[in-house]
């Protein structure tokens, strides 16, 4: 069993950034695919920036292309989700996740089974 955990969330005010990681203590993270997503308040898990680790190519959802960046340092055995001109919609608790069956990019949830606790992000001034 994989276990991912999540850190850098926070409260900002809109306009302002954030950076998130996502580490597996004991795994080292080199499934196909790696991701974020995220769930705001009555609303379902939805996928936000995605990486092919064979290829490094990135995904991203249209709410948030050309604002946030996911990378990864293979030192540090970490994921990243840079988060900037963050807006109140960007509010959501955020996930990585990652599973070895997942083979090509996907934004549905339901095809990962390895999730971390989450971490809170709150835009708001």
């Known amino acids: 069993q994989v276990q991912l955990v999540e850190s850098g969330g926070g409260l900002v005010q809109p306009g302002g950034s954030l950076r998130l990681s996502c580490t597996a203590p004991g795994f080292t993270l080199n499934y196909y695919v790696e991701g974020w997503f995220r769930q705001a308040p009555g609303k379902e898990r939805e996928g936000v920036a995605f990486?092919?680790?064979?290829?490094?190519?990135?995904y991203y959802a249209d709410s948030v292309k050309g604002r946030f960046t996911i990378s990864r340092d293979n030192a540090k055995n970490t994921i990243y989700l840079q988060m900037n001109s963050l807006k109140p919609d960007d509010t959501a608790v955020y996930y990585c996740?990652?599973?070895?069956?997942?083979?090509?990019?996907?934004?549905?949830?339901?095809?990962?089974?390895?999730w971390g606790q989450g971490t809170q992000v709150t835009v708001s001034s």
């Open positions: 996740a990652t599973d070895p069956r997942v083979r090509y990019v996907s934004f549905d949830p339901s095809e990962y089974n390895y």
């Open positions: 990486m092919a680790t064979s290829d490094g190519s990135t």
